[in-house]
């Protein structure tokens, strides 16, 4: 898709950007989650915001720097510690994959 993106610098400029759509999966938790692919970008990493912290259930306490699913307050997850995951740096895509398509369509 094209749109117009402002980044750092604050000058909007038109672009080609990627949508997918992955599962993310945190501790036994599986949030689907969309992500926007900047092709033109190299050396970034991905951000998870607010929206995804909503859709996955999660709370931080900054004051005693943790995190926690919201329906289990007391099981509290320290930052920074690292689990048995997968850290993905960079992907690269072929021309027209990962293109946002309809839910009929991926089935086939």
Same mark, same amino acid.
Request: net charge positive; hydrophobic share 35%; proline share 4%.
């Given at each position: 898709?094209?749109?117009?993106?402002?980044?750092?610098? *604050? @000058?909007?400029?038109?672009?080609?950007?990627?949508?997918?759509?992955?599962? &993310?999966?945190?501790?036994?938790?599986?949030?689907?989650?969309? =992500?926007? @692919?900047?092709?033109?970008?190299?050396? +970034? #990493?991905?951000?998870? *915001?607010?929206? =995804?912290?909503?859709? $996955? +259930?999660? *709370?931080?306490?900054? /004051?005693? /720097?943790?995190?926690?699913?919201?329906?289990?307050? /007391? #099981?509290? =997850? %320290?930052? *920074?510690?690292?689990? !048995?995951? &997968? !850290?993905? !740096?960079? @992907?690269?895509?072929?021309? +027209? /994959? $990962?293109? %946002? @398509?309809?839910?009929?369509? %991926?089935?086939?």
């Amino acid at each position: 898709m094209d749109a117009v993106v402002t980044l750092a610098d *604050g @000058i909007p400029r038109d672009k080609k950007l990627l949508v997918t759509n992955l599962d &993310v999966k945190i501790k036994d938790k599986i949030t689907p989650t969309s =992500f926007v @692919i900047m092709p033109y970008l190299t050396q +970034n #990493h991905t951000l998870l *915001g607010r929206k =995804f912290l909503k859709k $996955a +259930n999660i *709370g931080i306490d900054f /004051e005693k /720097e943790c995190w926690f699913f919201r329906n289990k307050p /007391e #099981h509290t =997850f %320290k930052y *920074g510690i690292k689990t !048995n995951s &997968v !850290n993905i !740096n960079s @992907i690269t895509l072929r021309q +027209n /994959e $990962a293109q %946002k @398509i309809k839910d009929t369509a %991926k089935m086939k």
